[in-house]
C-alpha cells in the first residue's frame, strides 16, 4: 500500500499542496484537475523528485525516502516529456535504459520482447523511433517506465497530443496492466480516466477534494443538471443567470447544458450528471490556473 499522511508543500512563500491524505491500492486512480492545481507537484514526490515540506509518504508502512533504491525498484514513472534517442529504436532504447537501471542483460532481453508486444510495437522494435507517431512515442514510454515490472506505475499527463484512437487504445493497456499493480494517472483530460479509474482525486485549493469513484463524484450534481434550447438572442442573459456547462449549435437555436437549484422551465430536460459535469462545475473559475506554478 501506498500511503500520504498529512503531505504539504512549499516552494518559499508558494504553497502548492496542503495537508494531503490519500492511500492507493492496486488498481487504477485517475489524479484530475486542471494545469496548475497541483497534480504534478504530488507526483514529483510520489517519485522522489521532490519531497514534502511537512508529513510522510509511506509505502507498505516505511517512508520511501528511506526506502531509497528499493522504493524505486518497484516504481515505474512516465514524466509529461521524457528523453528518448529519435535514432534508437525502441528496441536498442531499452537496452539502453536497462543498463541504466543495472538490470541484467540476460534477463531483459526476454522481457523489452514482452513489453513492445504488449504495447503493440513488435513488428517496428527495429524501427528507428523517428519516424513514430506521438502514440508510438508513449507507448515506448509505457514499456520504459515498466522494464522493472513495478508495483507503482505513474503516468503524468500521457495522452496529451494522442488522437483519440490512440488514447483508447492506451486505456485498454491500462486496465490490463492495472491487476496487480498501483496505476496513478494525472491528467486534465476527463475522457482519459472516467471509464476506467477506480476511483478519482480530484484537488481544489491545494487540497484534496474527492477521492471517490466516478458515479459517486457525478451524483454530487444529482437532479441539478438540464438541458434546453436557447434563442441566440437570449444566450447573454441565460448564461448570466445560469452556470452552463456546454454549448452546440441546433439550427436556429442553441442547445444548453447548464446547472439549476431547480426545475423552474418546463421546457428543461434533466439529464444524468457526469464526471464531465462536476469537473466544469468545480473549476468553472479556475481557467487563469493553466500555465501557473505546479
Do not use: C
Amino acid at each position: 500500500m501506498l500511503a500520504i499522511n498529512n503531505v504539504s508543500k512549499k516552494f518559499n512563500n508558494f504553497t502548492a499542496l496542503q495537508d494531503i491524505n490519500l492511500e492507493f491500492t492496486n488498481g487504477i486512480y485517475g489524479l484530475l484537475a486542471p494545469n496548475g492545481a497541483g497534480k504534478t507537484t504530488l507526483i514529483k514526490m510520489l517519485v522522489t523528485l521532490l519531497f514534502p515540506t511537512k508529513g510522510e509518504i509511506l509505502y507498505n508502512g516505511t517512508e520511501i525516502s528511506s526506502l531509497d533504491e528499493a522504493y524505486r525498484s518497484v516504481l515505474g514513472y512516465l514524466p509529461q516529456e521524457f528523453g528518448y534517442y529519435k535514432h534508437y529504436s525502441p528496441e536498442k532504447y531499452l537496452m539502453y535504459l536497462a543498463a541504466l537501471k543495472g538490470l541484467n542483460k540476460k534477463d531483459v532481453q526476454d522481457k523489452i520482447q514482452e513489453l513492445l508486444k504488449l504495447v503493440g510495437l513488435e513488428n517496428v522494435s527495429s524501427k528507428k523511433m523517428k519516424k513514430f507517431s506521438g502514440g508510438m512515442i508513449q507507448r515506448v514510454g509505457i514499456a520504459q517506465a515498466m522494464l522493472n515490472d513495478p508495483k507503482i506505475l505513474i503516468l503524468d499527463e500521457p495522452t496529451a497530443g494522442l488522437d483519440p484512437k490512440e488514447r483508447a487504445r492506451f486505456r485498454r493497456l491500462l486496465t490490463d496492466l492495472a491487476r496487480d499493480r498501483i496505476i496513478i494517472l494525472s491528467t486534465h483530460i476527463v475522457s482519459d480516466v472516467e471509464s476506467i479509474a477506480n476511483e478519482i482525486i480530484m484537488i481544489k485549493n491545494k487540497s484534496i477534494l474527492y477521492k471517490d469513484t466516478v458515479a459517486n463524484i457525478s451524483n454530487t450534481l444529482e437532479d441539478s443538471i438540464f438541458e434546453t434550447e436557447v434563442a441566440h438572442t437570449d444566450m447573454d442573459s441565460f448564461r448570466g443567470n445560469y452556470q452552463v456547462l456546454s454549448e452546440r449549435q441546433d439550427g436556429n437555436y442553441m442547445t444548453i447544458r447548464f446547472i439549476a437549484d431547480f426545475h423552474e422551465d418546463e421546457k428543461w430536460r434533466k439529464v444524468t450528471s457526469t464526471l464531465e459535469d462536476v469537473f466544469l462545475h468545480i473549476y468553472e473559475d479556475d481557467q487563469t490556473l493553466a500555465g501557473s506554478k505546479q
